[in-house]
């Protein structure tokens, strides 16, 4: 179909400007980029007062098919990512056989092109995620994936880190390091502090993280293979990673909506939608990671979605498994804590949620351009609303968030030229959304 976006504050990441203009969208491409369009042809959707984003692009989730379908399903999940305001997704290689082969990538990515949804695969880094030995990195590259790790568990084996990081290199893919010394973290459940000793919780301390990645960034000055740094939590990860920088070394980090809009605090009513890996830190750790968003240090804000059933999380905190649903509220998060406050600009937001994330994994850019691809997220400033987990398309409704009010939903998820979401107009009156000339 063709489309006429009205109305709308377009953000140019490259750019670095934010600009009032029409867009034209036809056959799937951006026709034309200019105030005052008109096109009789064009299905209007009318985004006046809305940001118009180049698409957003999480490089980190989990939709646990194959294997884990009760969780999730690459259907469910993709549904829920376009709901979120994501245009595309890489999942993790931590299903049910491990995504170590070409066989398991390729199933991945057939199911996927049934959604007509841009899902990425990032393989597993060794055989069955063991970190004994690396993967068939090569049966992996020519499969399709975009990138290798082991989420989800770290490589404990330096040598074998170091030949994951040899191969990687060779074929030009990113490593993304899960950065855990399993000896420190041991079976804790929460951060290692105050609150873990009062809660009568294990903890897992900061070394733990700050440990490997110290270790992973002198591999990769090692080897100069290009270092993705997963779920940053701590001011001293933010301080190893920013220094490796100013000497070179070819790294990039991520960080999610969870680690800087909550502390460890949160775990006080020991709800397991709390219980994350690595765990939700503190104050202190929130302003580290807020300062290296800021200064270029940590490059991406990345979901980690990571959906369970209801029955596995209600139960004893200690035997509930880690993770948070979060492809649903990433963006009213990250407006609500980063733009409203004026952390980050929308432009900002741009680069760390559209055209970083793409480059790390050998996208093209993220811009919104004629003649581009039409990948566009449309975010309302000002649509303030309560997170409702039992509302979500996806199957994992464990979210820390249920009944926060925020602002700043996404209202428009367009991939390709073809409108994937848009938001429904009957919460009230005061709330903008979408509209268009004819009824969807």
């Keep these: 179909m063709k489309y006429l976006l009205k109305g709308g504050m377009v953000v140019d990441p490259v750019a670095e400007t934010v600009a009032p203009l029409d867009i034209l969208v036809d056959e799937g491409k951006i026709a034309a980029m200019r105030p005052g369009i008109e096109d ?61 082969n070409g066989a398991v990538v390729t199933y991945i990515k057939e199911k996927a092109q049934r959604t007509s949804f841009p899902v990425y695969p990032i393989g597993c880094a060794t055989k069955e995620r063991k970190g004994e030995e690396p993967a068939e990195i090569g049966d992996l590259k020519e499969a399709g994936v975009v990138a290798l790790s082991d989420d989800g568990d770290p490589i404990m084996n330096a040598e074998v880190l170091r030949r994951v990081m040899e191969y990687a290199r060779m074929f030009e893919l990113p490593v993304i390091s899960h950065c855990e010394d399993k000896n420190l973290s041991g079976s804790g459940v929460m951060h290692e502090g105050y609150i873990s000793t009062l809660l009568g919780l294990e903890g897992i301390p900061a070394a733990a993280e700050e440990v490997h990645v110290a270790r992973d960034l002198i591999l990769a000055a090692m080897t100069g293979v290009h270092l993705h740094v997963a779920h940053v939590s701590t001011g001293g990860s933010v301080h190893l990673i920013r220094e490796a920088k100013k000497r070179g ?8 909506p969870h680690h800087l809009c909550l502390t460890a605090e949160a775990v006080r009513g020991y709800d397991t939608n709390t219980k994350v890996n690595p765990p939700l830190r503190t104050k202190d750790d929130i302003r580290a990671l807020l300062e290296g968003l800021k200064d270029g240090t940590i490059d991406v804000i990345a979901t980690d979605h990571a959906p369970h059933r209801k029955e596995e999380k209600e139960v004893e905190y200690n035997y509930a498994p880690f993770g948070i649903s979060g492809l649903e509220t990433a963006v009213p998060l990250m407006w609500e804590y980063l733009v409203a406050r004026k952390v980050l600009s929308p432009v900002e937001l741009a680069k760390k949620m559209a055209l970083n994330p793409a480059r790390i994994i050998g996208l093209p850019d993220r811009v919104i351009k004629v003649g581009g691809e039409a990948n566009i997220t449309v975010v309302d400033p000002d649509l303030k609303r309560p997170v409702v987990t ?51």
């Design 390 to 440: 039992r509302e979500f398309l996806s199957l994992g409704k464990n979210n820390p968030f249920e009944g926060r009010l925020l602002r700043g939903w996404p209202v428009l998820t367009m991939i390709r030229g073809e409108v994937r979401f848009t938001w429904d107009t009957g919460y009230n009156k005061q709330e903008r959304a979408v509209t268009s000339k004819s009824k969807r």
């Design 40 to 100: 009789s042809d064009a299905e209007v959707l009318v985004v006046e007062g809305n940001y118009v984003f180049p698409g957003f692009i999480d490089i980190h989730c989990h939709l646990r098919e194959p294997g884990e379908e009760l969780k999730e399903t690459i259907l469910t999940g993709t549904r829920a990512a376009a709901k979120g305001g994501f245009t595309a997704v890489a999942c993790m290689g931590n299903t049910k056989p491990p995504a170590d």
């Design 249 to 256: 070394v070819s790294v990039t980090a991520e960080v999610t």
